[in-house]
């Protein structure tokens, strides 16, 4: 399980794309036309072998997770605290319930010193409220694009293979230290964009421990960002983290901390529909 809660924008470059499109080309026009290409067999053997050892990773995640009660999830309702950090030091916690329905939908109320916000984030557009302001507004692109960017590097993403549908690629990166007589299995999804998502695995409990990737911060500087995921709990059959813990650029900006969480609990459409004025906000 993995929310969107206080992600940022991120914009990643199609130059892979074209690097990749000109030099299949490059190399067509320079092979004779009846010569076949050469084929590297021992290293196409070795990378299927790869790609193997990634997804029974993968699988032995799922059923860590609750197998197929966790792929049969459709919705989840999660009421905790997040808390931002400044120099190592947490800043008051916001109380939070955040509605999350697969595979696209989520609406996350905050409540704490500043009043009552809600984001709420459908397929390609969403909307924003701020009781500071008695606003309600549509979703900037680069807002949708941070929900996107969110769900795109969640472990959901990774456990429920909806990275498949985008031509992404699992391989296997081997073993991580992840502690004191710990390791990791750590698996990368590839798209054809050239964005890429780390996931590291426990190798005794195949429960996920860290995601980790690169985005631009707004001076195009490329940031590492990571989450860790810890206290997990097991409820009906299915075990999840109670705390996720985000990192940017190796020092600590957030937590998460889950008070509860419920699983396909009927979810009503209204949450996600624009309310018309502010009086019909529930």
């Known amino acids: 399980m993995n929310t969107t809660l206080f992600h940022k924008t991120a914009r990643f470059a199609l130059s892979l794309i074209l690097l990749c499109a000109a030099g299949a080309t490059g190399f067509a026009q320079a092979t004779p036309a009846n010569s076949p290409p050469k084929v590297d067999v021992q290293t196409a053997t070795a990378q299927a072998a790869n790609d193997e050892k990634a997804e029974q990773i993968v699988r032995r995640a799922i059923e860590a997770q609750g197998g197929g009660a966790y792929l049969g999830v459709k919705t989840i309702i999660g009421r905790g605290y ?11 916690p916001l109380s939070f319930v955040d509605y999350l329905v697969f595979p696209d939908r ?10 009552r916000t809600i984001q709420t984030n459908a397929g390609e557009g969403g909307w924003l ?7 309600i507004v549509d979703l900037k692109p680069e807002q949708v694009a941070d929900f996107r960017l969110a769900m795109r590097t969640s472990t959901d993403n990774l456990l429920r293979g909806w990275w498949r549908k985008d031509g992404a690629r699992l391989t296997y990166l081997g073993r991580r230290e992840a502690g004191l007589a710990k390791r990791n299995e750590a698996v990368r999804v590839t798209y054809p964009d050239g964005f890429w998502v ?12 860290k995601t980790f990737f690169k985005r631009k911060n707004a001076e195009g500087e490329e940031v590492d960002e990571e989450d860790r995921f810890a206290s ?10 109670f ?4 990192y940017r650029a190796g020092a600590q900006s957030s937590r998460i901390n889950y ?3 419920e699983f396909n609990t009927p979810v009503p459409d209204t949450l996600f529909a624009k309310p018309a004025n502010i009086k019909a906000i529930k």
């Open 129 to 135: 409220f701020e009781s500071s302001t008695r606003s």
């Open 259 to 261: 008070d509860s969480v």
């Open 232 to 241: 997990y709990k097991t409820i009906n059959g299915l075990t999840v983290p």
């Open 198 to 209: 780390d996931y590291e695995i426990g190798a005794k409990d195949f429960l996920p421990a």
């Open 106 to 115: 989520e609406r996350t109320e905050f409540r704490g010193g500043r009043g």
């Open 82 to 92: 997040f808390s931002q950090f400044d120099k190592g030091v947490s800043l008051p």
């Open 243 to 246: 705390v996720i813990d985000h």
